[in-house]
């Protein structure tokens, strides 16, 4: 079956600098690489979704990258806010059935 | 909120009770899946539902756990002879097909 890694697994940035979290999967066959944030006592909610039928998708201060061929895509939040602070997971579908999601990563933006 | 509701939000019960969760997704969403979260790690896929058909359990659904979806719309979860290990964040997600997951708020469960 699918298994994702993340990492790091903890990251502090500047407020306004960029933050980058990588990911990689196992499964040549997976085509979809959702990436969810994850707020205190909330369920994890979509920010931003890609198919490997793309290299790359931007959605404001927000974007995702896949390399198909390493079997790898990350996270790059740029001009960070204070409400960024969360845990984001990214996620690789297995068969179109169901996401398996990486351990996460704790953002901490720092003021 | 993202129209995906789960009761109770936290339920605290003693080794061997048995529980139950419920999930009410949105409307129009034909699939249902459960997760469990622990602490420090991501949600691990439990079993999903598309309408009232189970089509798929983990092998973390040990036999204490059943789940239901009688009418292809809500679903419960009940987890029987709780085991303190069954501690945890019980999660429900909605879908329209294979498309985007649409996550409740969550039952912590606490076994003492």
């Known amino acids: 079956g699918e298994n994702v890694e993340q990492h790091p697994s903890t990251l502090s940035v500047q407020e306004g600098d960029s933050a980058v979290i990588k990911c990689t999967y196992s499964d040549s066959a997976s085509n979809y690489f959702p990436w969810y944030k994850q707020e205190l006592g909330k369920g994890p909610q979509l920010i931003i979704d890609?198919?490997?039928?793309?290299g790359e998708k931007k959605d404001q201060r927000i974007a995702v990258t896949l390399n198909k061929t390493a079997k790898h895509f990350s996270l790059h939040i740029t001009e960070t806010q204070p409400e960024d602070s969360a845990v984001y997971f990214c996620a690789a579908d297995e068969r179109d059935d169901k996401i398996i999601f990486g351990k996460g990563t704790r953002l901490h933006i720092l003021p | 909120d993202t129209g995906v509701s789960q009761n109770p939000r936290h339920k605290i019960t003693k080794r061997g009770q048995n529980v139950t969760f419920r999930c009410d997704p949105i409307s129009e969403h034909n699939r249902l899946y459960w997760y469990r979260q622990t602490l420090g790690q991501g949600p691990e896929f439990l079993t999903y539902f598309q309408n009232e058909a189970q089509l798929e359990k983990s092998r973390l659904l040990s036999d204490r756990f059943s789940a239901e979806r009688p009418k292809g719309s809500f679903s419960t979860l009940e987890i029987q002879r709780t085991e303190q290990g069954d501690s945890a964040m019980y999660l429900c997600a909605s879908s329209q097909d294979f498309r985007e997951q649409f996550f409740g708020p969550g039952t912590r469960l606490t076994v003492l």
């Open positions: 890609i198919r490997s039928n793309v």
